[in-house]
């Protein structure tokens, strides 16, 4: 999967969509997404899916901002950070992937996804 990732988008073959799609089918997002929209939008994520590499402290998404993008961990762990009227509080939300929960981001992988 990562191979294809690696991929430009716009040099991926159908065989490498298809391929994709086998391997994030069974993703909780991508069952729910499945349902909702047409079949060709649904294959059209998996030709303009990217891949990330964050390190320990990386910030992806800053507070107040529009995103346009939409991440998923495949490893390692993201902490959100939720601002208050007086700094910042950690959320009790530690988010993890695989057996062992991590304290970094040390080699989260991050997909992103383009608006449609």
């Given amino acids: 999967m990562l191979e294809i990732l690696e991929i430009d988008p716009e040099d991926r073959s159908i065989e490498d969509i ?4 086998n391997c994030l089918q069974y993703h909780k997002f991508f069952k729910m997404i499945k349902k ?9 994520l998996f030709k303009h899916i990217t891949i990330e590499f ?7 998404i800053q507070a107040k ?6 991440y998923i961990v495949l490893s390692g762990s993201v902490t ?7 700094g910042v509080k950690k959320d009790n939300k530690h988010l993890h992937h695989g057996k062992e929960k991590c304290s ?6 991050l997909l992103d996804n383009p608006n449609f």
Avoid: C, H, S, W
């Fill in 80 to 86: 959100v950070l939720i601002p208050e009227k007086e």
């Fill in 104 to 109: 970094a981001i040390d080699e989260a992988i």
């Fill in 65 to 70: 901002t529009i995103g346009k993008n939409f």
């Fill in 54 to 60: 964050g390190t320990q402290f990386d910030r992806v």
């Fill in 36 to 44: 909702q929209i047409r079949p060709a939008k649904y294959m059209r």
């Fill in 18 to 21: 298809e391929d994709l799609e």
